[in-house]
């Protein structure tokens, strides 16, 4: 059983960046943030890979958000640059241990965190 916490969401202006942390209770395959705005579905934000470091991200986000990690302590990161409003949202760290076909389901996904609340206004 593998617990997930995050933490680092807030509240910021347009524009703005913060930087997201989740840490695992033990070590998984792959890592990833999902995030769920209201009336919407929750959608894959990013993930990563911890063997071979891949990392992939939904178009939405390509060239604003950064995923890495901290393999030695179960720890990922997510580097939120130039923030939009429509990037309002709870962002939930998810996780699963062992290789799967689809890595942007939330399907896939057998360990999440509570979610942390990302609020971007104009």
């Known amino acids: 059983q593998v617990q997930l916490v995050e933490s680092g969401g807030g509240t910021v202006q347009a524009g703005a960046s913060l930087r997201l942390s989740c840490t695992a209770s033990g070590q998984t395959y792959v890592m990833a943030w999902f995030r769920q705005a209201p009336g919407k579905e929750r959608e894959f934000v990013a993930r990563i890979r911890w063997n071979g470091g891949y990392t992939n991200y939904d178009d939405s986000v390509k060239g604003r958000f950064t995923i890495s990690g901290d393999s030695a302590k179960n720890t990922i990161f997510l580097q939120m640059n130039n923030l939009k409003p429509e990037d309002t949202a709870v962002y939930y760290c998810?996780?699963?241990?062992?290789?799967?076909?689809?890595?942007?389901?939330?399907?896939?996904?057998?360990?999440w965190g509570l979610g942390t609340q990302v609020t971007v206004s104009s």
């Open positions: 998810a996780a699963y241990l062992e290789w799967r076909i689809y890595y942007d389901r939330d399907s896939t996904y057998d360990y």
